[in-house]
């Protein structure tokens, strides 16, 4: 067996490729950037090259920054963005069309239509709503708008795909056509229950069932690389969508376990166990990542917008250089001087979901400064992490009281110390923020028996970072009562 596990890492930005030891430690990484494509106001779709080139580059530049050959990696295992679509021709692997990606919203008016007759029957077999999210509207866009599409797919010349099995179905040279639990579980066409493809909601949606790929727990030996693409043959041993990912990463095994990734947006999952929450506050049922055919049952919420109001801080209004700048012009003042900001710049996710939402900053004084303004776009995003985990723990049953974080801005001590005073819980980052990637080489390096068990992982974990609350009760109250009538604003 390989001394090392591969993890390849495709996200909605950039690619990355990670090499981890058997001490589960980052020997090296590499990560490329790529074009975001917006034909229209809403759409954003990826070229399929851009996904493939991209990820094929950071695997070649990782081998060799690690002095590594094909041959010295045990498996591969795979993270990717979620909901984000393909469809390609089953003979030659070409593409139709771009991959049109999970923030695109050019269904958003048919998603409304299904609300008024579907949406109970939606989330009753999928843990979904209707929305332009997930997957199944978008398959249904490209085989109504792309010449021939549809009569082609009827014929079965045509798959779908989420990135995970595009890049699996490319890299064995169309030996391996599959994903796993997570990602299915996200295309709004795959019954959470009976865990198979739901013969109702692809009628609904008129996808031929030919298209869809075969369905198998995270960790599973999913296949190899075909010989010719790295020189021997690699097996691919995990497959797993980024969120459910950051929750293996993070050893969240457990019912009651928690994390949040802090990334452009923000996802909280709260892994159940055997229980499928049925939410009554504005979030999801999904799956979990498992090696297992019972996979766990998880509630998420998404935030629209989290470190992506840091960007808009430097990039929009130009008041910070640098994302690394937003901590210490946080910490100028000794509050937020009245002033908030709902960044809902594409309105407002969970437990809201409401599209017509816009971005407001209330609360502005002739005292109010720059870094009272940077200080309340942080203070946003942990506003927007406390609305989700109280739903949670209204939906659950479970009281909260640890909150495992991860991502790029969870590196900002501030946002998370204020995190832990707005929440009243303990807030804990692990030595490495890496923690997709390491759930995508912790599911493959089990199924193919290069770590033994969960235990030997977890007896290789660093250190954390932990963030206790202080924050009076009263003064808890107070800056909660401005955040929702701030939110009110935003929404009228």
């Known amino acids: 067996m390989?001394?090392?596990?591969?993890?390849?890492?495709?996200?909605?930005?950039?690619?990355?490729?990670?090499?981890?030891?058997k001490s589960a430690r980052i020997v090296c990484m590499a990560q490329?950037?790529?074009?975001?494509?917006?034909p229209e106001a809403g759409w954003v779709e990826h070229s399929p090259q851009d996904i493939m080139g991209s990820t094929m580059a950071v695997i070649?530049?990782?081998?060799?920054?690690?002095?590594?050959?094909?041959?010295?990696?045990?498996?591969?295992?795979?993270?990717?963005q979620r909901e984000t679509t393909l469809v390609w021709d089953k003979a030659t692997g070409k593409p139709i069309y771009n991959a049109i990606v999970w923030q695109c919203r050019r269904t958003a008016d048919y998603c409304e239509k299904l609300k008024e007759k579907y949406s109970d029957l939606i989330y009753?077999?999928?843990?979904?709503?209707?929305?332009?999210?997930?997957?199944?509207?978008?398959?249904?866009?490209?085989?109504?708008?792309?010449?021939?599409?549809?009569?082609?797919?009827?014929?079965?010349?045509l798959l779908f795909g989420t990135v995970d099995t595009f890049l699996m179905w490319q890299l064995s040279k169309g030996e391996i056509f599959a994903?796993?639990?997570?990602?299915?579980?996200?295309?709004?066409?795959?019954?959470?229950?009976?865990?198979?493809?739901?013969?109702?909601?692809?009628?609904?949606?008129?996808?031929?069932?030919?298209?869809?790929?075969?369905?198998?727990?995270?960790?599973?030996?999913?296949g190899y690389t075909h010989k010719s693409v790295f020189g021997s043959p690699v097996p691919i041993c995990g497959a797993v969508g980024d969120q459910q990912a950051a929750l293996f990463g993070q050893l969240c095994t457990e019912e009651g376990d928690l994390k949040n990734t802090y990334g452009t947006g923000c996802f909280l999952l709260m892994n159940t166990g055997e229980r499928a929450v049925k939410s009554r506050n504005g979030l999801v049922t999904t799956l979990g990542?498992?090696?297992?055919?019972?996979?766990?049952?998880?509630?998420?919420?998404s935030v629209f917008v989290g470190g992506a109001a840091v960007q808009w801080l430097r990039?929009?209004?130009?008041?910070?250089?640098?994302?690394?700048?937003?901590?210490?012009?946080?910490?100028?003042?000794?509050?937020?001087?009245?002033?908030?900001?709902?960044?809902?710049?594409?309105?407002?996710?969970?437990?809201?979901?409401?599209?017509?939402?816009?971005?407001?900053?209330?609360?502005?004084?002739r005292g109010t400064t720059r870094a009272h303004i940077v200080r309340a776009a942080l203070e946003g995003i942990a506003y927007q992490v406390e609305d989700i985990v109280r739903a949670m723990q209204r939906d659950s049953g479970i009281k909260i009281t640890r909150l495992n974080v991860d991502g790029g801005a969870s590196k900002n001590d501030f946002l998370l110390q204020f995190q832990a005073d707005i929440s009243d819980l303990k807030v804990v980052r692990p030595q490495t923020v890496e923690t997709t990637a390491q759930g995508a080489a912790y599911l493959a390096g089990l199924a193919c028996g290069f770590w033994?068990?969960?235990?030997?992982?977890?007896?290789?974990?660093?250190?954390?970072?932990?963030?206790?609350?202080?924050?009076?009760?009263?003064?808890?109250a107070k800056l909660l009562s401005g955040w929702e009538k701030a939110v009110a604003k935003a929404r009228d």
């Open 2 to 21: 390989g001394k090392y596990i591969l993890s390849i890492d495709q996200g909605t930005t950039s690619s990355r490729a990670i090499v981890f030891d």
């Open 32 to 38: 490329q950037e790529f074009k975001q494509i917006y």
């Open 60 to 80: 070649a530049e990782a081998l060799v920054r690690a002095d590594i050959s094909a041959e010295d990696i045990a498996a591969a295992g795979i993270t990717n």
């Open 124 to 157: 009753d077999k999928t843990g979904l709503i209707p929305d332009a999210y997930f997957s199944a509207t978008k398959i249904k866009w490209i085989l109504d708008n792309v010449s021939g599409a549809r009569e082609r797919a009827e014929r079965g010349e």
């Open 179 to 222: 994903t796993d639990y997570t990602n299915a579980a996200r295309t709004m066409l795959f019954n959470i229950h009976t865990l198979e493809w739901d013969d109702e909601l692809i009628k609904l949606f008129g996808i031929p069932r030919s298209m869809l790929p075969e369905v198998k727990p995270s960790g599973s030996k999913f």
């Open 289 to 301: 990542a498992t090696l297992t055919e019972k996979p766990p049952y998880v509630l998420e919420g």
């Open 315 to 365: 990039d929009g209004l130009g008041i910070i250089n640098s994302a690394d700048e937003s901590e210490s012009y946080a910490l100028k003042v000794q509050d937020n001087g009245g002033v908030y900001v709902v960044p809902a710049f594409t309105g407002l996710g969970a437990p809201y979901w409401d599209a017509d939402a816009r971005g407001l900053i209330t609360g502005i004084t």
């Open 452 to 476: 033994k068990d969960e235990g030997e992982i977890r007896a290789t974990a660093s250190g954390y970072g932990v963030f206790s609350p202080n924050m009076p009760e009263p003064t808890r």
